[in-house]
């Protein structure tokens, strides 16, 4: 098997967007309990990018299936070729870091399904992309996931809260234990997302290697692209998303350690009930959901909605998006090889450009403690109203 | 092409498991607090004192967990447990392949 320069770019590539991935996502597990105190940042992220790591190597059915049917390959379909998966995971990593840059939890599979398809669109026509599909697996799942996690967490949490109310007084009766028992509820959620996420990368390098025929037809990834696959999202886990983190640990809403497990639990329930039965719901739109659905079940607790807005039309923008990244890509990719070249400078340098503004408001491990601390502080005063935020914020700079 | 009834489903069974994982859970927790003084609660270092008399907060402790309140704690905490399991052999495939 001979490897050329775009198979390498290409499995590169896939290894860096695999590493986004990673960090994108530990918010998903490990928002909460950093925020109630019930891990400490640096052990939550590991202890996450360890499960991630695990749940790699657990599963390799979802690499089978990546682009689950949205663009029609194969027989009667179009041929994938490298270069429209190298354009299409350029448009995907270039929006994972912008919406990394603004703390947003956007879906990772999205945007690889985002830039896959501008990538296919331009490469092979709007005819290779199956929109009944997109529209069945993507779209109305996006809608479905947060509104149902959100329920399902404000169920749980009106009930923890009421378990736990001492009759007599009225005040809550040991509901800071609950932080023991949200070590084991953001546990299974990172394991879940091990099992999912690392996957799609694993399947994207898969699929270049049987496009260009240096694997059989038919075969699984091989053990090298696995533990690599493995070794990305747990490093991308570890080097922990700060800002992601801090979006859904503090922003949305304040999170108190009864909250928190009821969050995760319902995040657990919800990603292992629809992926048992078929449907793939994006675990970070389903945690989000999960957060505001456990805000509102606390009486006194507010959220965000602006937060929450913001949110939101990072979801709507994501596929589009990164579907646009992705065809620019492609448009230049077909130029010829001096087009890849010209691709890969300019994914670089996006990148480059995106750590260097970041690296202006630095939110790290730390960071996020102190914000959390500032959301202890806040739980006394009655309620999170405009007025008193801008007062927290203004105490805070 | 939307299986709603599929939704459907997904919807009901995270909503039951969730909700009965986290009520055992509390359950467990307030068994914990059988025969207890008002516990410190979330909040920490708040001392409160109600109507009736000076109830301190962190020497709470008035009386002493009967000892079915224990057990009972114990056996929530332990299928909640089971639910974690439940959940990691939901996860790797390899326990339910056909």
Request: proline share 3%; net charge positive.
């Given at each position: ?9 290409v499995?590169?590539?896939?290894l860096f ?9 530990t ?5 909460t ?6 891990l ?84 092979a ?36 809260y ?7 007084t009225?005040?809550?009766l040991g ?19 091990g ?24 075969t ?25 983190i ?12 009864a ?29 989000s959901g999960?957060?505001?659905?456990s ?103 | ?59 709470g ?6 000892r ?12 909640c447990?089971?639910?974690v ?6 996860i790797?495939?390899?326990f339910?392949?056909?």
């Amino acid at each position: 098997m001979d490897l050329t320069l775009i198979v390498v770019l290409v499995i590169v590539l896939a290894l860096f967007f695999d590493f986004t991935n990673g960090f994108h996502d530990t918010a998903n597990a490990m928002a909460t309990p950093i925020a109630t105190g019930a891990l400490k940042p640096r052990m939550a992220v590991a202890l996450a990018a360890v499960l991630n790591l695990v749940g790699a190597f657990l599963s390799t059915e979802v690499a089978r299936t990546i682009s689950g049917g949205l663009i029609r390959e194969g027989d009667g379909g179009i041929q994938i070729t490298p270069e429209m998966i190298f354009a299409g995971l350029i448009g995907a990593v270039c929006w994972n870091m912008v919406t990394w840059l603004f703390g947003l939890p956007s879906s990772s599979s999205h945007a690889l399904f985002g830039g896959l398809i501008g990538a296919a669109v331009v490469g092979a026509g709007l005819g290779s992309v199956d929109f009944t599909v997109l529209v069945s697996k993507v779209v109305l799942p996006a809608l479905v996931a947060p509104i149902v996690a959100g329920v399902v967490a404000f169920v749980a949490t009106r009930l923890a809260y009421a378990i736990t109310r001492d009759p007599a007084t009225g005040r809550g009766l040991g509901r800071g234990n609950f932080r023991y028992a949200q070590i084991f509820s953001s546990s299974l959620v990172a394991l879940a997302h091990g099992t999912n996420d690392a996957q799609k990368t694993m399947g994207v390098i898969t699929l270049t290697l049987i496009a260009t025929g240096a694997q059989a037809v038919g075969t699984g990834p091989e053990f090298w692209v696995i533990a690599a696959c493995a070794l990305a999202i747990a490093l991308g886990t570890y080097t922990g998303g700060w800002r992601i983190i801090k979006t859904m640990g503090t922003g949305l809403t304040d999170i108190k350690p009864a909250q928190g497990f009821a969050a995760e639990t319902s995040t657990a329930a919800t990603i292992l009930a629809s992926s048992h039965l078929g449907f793939a719901l994006s675990t970070t739109q389903v945690a989000s959901g999960s957060v505001i659905g456990s805000g509102l079940g606390r009486k006194g607790a507010s959220v965000r909605w602006r937060t929450a807005g913001r949110i939101a039309l990072g979801w709507l923008l994501t596929l589009p998006a990164a579907a646009a990244v992705g065809a620019v890509a492609a448009l230049l990719v077909s130029i010829g090889p001096v087009g890849i070249i010209i691709d890969a400078v300019l994914g670089l340098a996006v990148i480059v450009a995106i750590f260097v503004i970041s690296s202006r408001d630095k939110v790290t491990s730390g960071t996020v403690v102190s914000e959390v601390d500032a959301a202890v502080g806040a739980v006394r005063t009655p309620k999170a109203t405009r007025k008193n935020r801008k007062k927290k914020r203004q105490a805070a700079e | 092409m939307i299986d709603w009834a599929a939704f459907a489903i997904v919807a009901a069974a995270a909503l039951v498991s969730a909700s009965v994982v986290v009520s055992l859970f509390a359950v467990g927790l307030r068994l914990l607090n059988v025969g207890r003084g008002l516990d410190a609660d979330e909040s920490p270092g708040t001392i409160e004192t109600t109507p009736s008399g000076s109830v301190s907060v962190v020497s709470g402790q008035t009386e002493r967990r009967p000892r079915w309140a224990t057990a009972a704690a114990v056996a929530c905490f332990t299928l909640c447990s089971g639910a974690v399991l439940f959940g990691i052999y939901l996860i790797v495939p390899v326990f339910h392949a056909s």
